[in-house]
Nanobody, 127 residues
Framework: QVQLAETGGGSVQVGGSLRLSCVAS????????MGWFRQAPGKEREYVAG????????????FAKGRFTISRDGGTDGGSNTVFLQMNNLIPEDTAVYYC????????????????WGQGTQVTVSS
């Protein structure tokens, strides 16, 4: 059974940091891209960041650039099944449920066409 399990969410004050983790299991993800989406109350799910299986190509939504960092161990032998999202300088607008996703390409991750999704982890930023 394929599972993506997110952890690391919580409540922080403005300017704080959180590090989200996502562990994928149940199949070989070493040649799969992985990424993060988020969904705030009353809003549509939106793309945050994605990374290729070889871990060198990373893409970010405009709001994430400079504050968020996606990472994943990887190389020519394949990527790890764990992806991280380091979030710094958090603001109230970052409050959302954050979801991990996996797809065969980072392009599919970016357009929300991931084959697998986690259950999400809540991030709350208070002022």
């Amino acid at each position: 059974q394929v599972q993506l399990a997110e952890t690391g969410g919580g409540s922080v004050q403005v300017g704080g940091s959180l590090r989200l983790s996502c562990v994928a299991s149940g199949r070989d993800f070493s040649r799969w891209a992985m990424g993060w989406f988020r969904q705030a109350p009353g809003k549509e799910r939106e793309y945050v960041a994605g990374v290729t299986w070889y871990a060198t190509n990373k893409e970010y939504a405009d709001f994430a650039k400079g504050r968020f960092t996606i990472s994943r161990d990887g190389g020519t032998d394949g990527g790890s099944n764990t992806v991280f999202l380091q979030m710094n300088n958090l603001i109230p607008e970052d409050t959302a449920v954050y979801y991990c996703t996996a797809a065969e390409t980072v392009a599919k991750v970016k357009r929300g066409a991931g084959d697998y999704w986690g259950q999400g982890t809540q991030v709350t930023v208070s002022s």
